[in-house]
């Protein structure tokens, strides 16, 4: 089948060759700027589409934040298929653009905001809601009968470990054993607007942890361990709550699980029908360390290099898009462009100026390239954003923020 997105494993320019064009692309454009690398971005759908082995990849938008490069992403082909959404509101914003097939991936009680999904749903887009306790379910009920329609939800279904000293995984749904998923489906009988047509399993203490960071062998050598000791847990967990529902009759449309760090291994898991991940696609310096895969940096954004206060220090305008998360160095955008520049400890990325040091050839007027440490999440800084093919700017799509959309 002809692809609308070509998109090969072509080995693509060296790295430094292409920041070096991306940047020389920028040339007369206000600053500071998002970018895309359109090379980067369609050889890393190939590549994660080849991961997954086959099963198709629902796109984590919180990972993306650009209407364009969803349906990009979407356009590709079978590999990738369904949009897994980070806010209820959201979900009717990308359903009011014409997207279909969306999985909310995270519940809410609000009942201002399911009145406004429930209407969505009542004039017949396709979203489902996620659900893990009794009252997601009474929330969702109560919008459903005053809307006067039913409702889809999936089950999150609990990935995380306790081990001695250490939780290993996020902290979500309490839905950690096959007893208490038949509890909640037990109950769902109670909910007679809403029918559980899904479930999400999301392991990511696999598929977020990097595990071949430079300078952390020791660490790199215990999350490994307990990566490989947490797989087939994860895979047999999830195989006995899919099984437990299908035998009470569940008529489950999906399983999702796993994201970009975990494409291969949740891939093998015979009970999952499709994935869930985004960051891939755009490659942010977070996943640069997985030891499985290498994937191309593909988003960017470009400082002006305003000032100097003397030899060897030059300063940028913007740059502080410091990642969420638990805090630390390696949450903060990184230069890389031109190559040996580096953020300075004690300043950081900063609110509005941000000293780099390493060079003594920058000068005021240049760009500098940088990355950011997650995806996505720094595009809610910037209304819009470049898209470059061969380093030449093809295109300028809106951001989020620029379509207006701001969820949390
Ligand atoms: C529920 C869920 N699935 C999948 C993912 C994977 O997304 P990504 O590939 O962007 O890491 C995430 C990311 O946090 C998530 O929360």
Not at 206 to 221: H, L, Y
């Amino acid at each position: 089948m002809k692809r609308a997105v070509e998109a090969t494993l072509q080995p693509l320019l060296p790295q430094a060759q292409r920041y070096a064009k991306l940047a020389a692309g920028l040339q007369g454009m206000a600053l500071p700027c998002a970018l895309v690398d359109l090379d980067a971005f369609d050889s890393n759908l190939a590549a994660m589409a080849q991961r997954a082995a086959g099963k198709p990849i629902r796109l984590a938008s919180k990972s993306l934040r650009v209407p364009a490069l969803i349906r990009r992403a979407l356009a590709y082909g079978p590999a990738y298929s369904g949009i897994l959404c980070y806010s209820v509101a959201e979900a009717v914003a990308l359903a009011e653009q014409g997207m279909d097939d969306i999985l909310v991936a995270y519940p809410t009680c609000q009942p201002a905001v399911l009145d406004v999904f429930t209407s969505a749903v009542a004039t017949g887009r396709h979203i489902v809601a996620m659900v893990d306790c009794e009252q997601h379910l009474l929330a969702l009920q109560a919008a459903a009968d005053c809307a006067g329609t039913s409702l889809e939800v999936a089950f999150d279904l609990d990935m995380s470990f306790d081990l001695p000293g250490l939780h290993f995984g996020v902290y979500r749904s309490p839905l950690n054993t096959p007893g208490k998923v038949m509890a909640l489906y037990t109950k769902l009988k109670d909910y007679p607007s809403l029918q559980l047509v899904g479930v999400m399993g999301y392991e990511a203490q696999i598929a977020g942890v990097g595990d071949a960071v430079p300078g952390k062998w020791v660490e790199n050598q215990v999350v490994r361990w307990l990566k490989a000791w947490a797989t087939p847990r994860v895979a047999a967990r999830r195989q006995e709550m899919v099984a437990a529902l299908r035998q009470a009759g569940a008529l489950l449309r999906f399983v999702n699980g796993g994201g970009t760090g975990s494409l291969v291994s949740t891939a093998a898991d015979t009970s999952v029908t499709e994935l869930g991940a985004g960051s891939g696609l755009y490659t942010p310096t977070l996943f640069d360390y997985y030891q499985d895969f290498q994937h191309e940096p593909a988003a960017f954004f470009a400082l002006e290099a305003c000032r100097s206060a003397g030899t060897g220090s030059i300063t940028c305008q913007g740059g502080g898009y410091v990642a969420s998360g638990a805090a630390g160095k390696h949450k903060l955008p990184q230069p890389v462009w031109p190559a040996g520049l580096s953020l300075l400890g004690q300043e950081g990325a900063g609110e509005v100026q941000t000293p780099l040091f390493g060079r003594t050839d920058v000068t005021v007027g240049d760009t500098v390239l940088f990355r950011p440490a997650k995806a996505g999440e720094y595009l809610d800084r910037f209304n819009s954003v470049l898209l470059l093919r061969d380093g030449q700017i093809v295109e300028q799509v809106p951001t989020y923020r620029g379509m207006g959309w701001q969820f949390f």
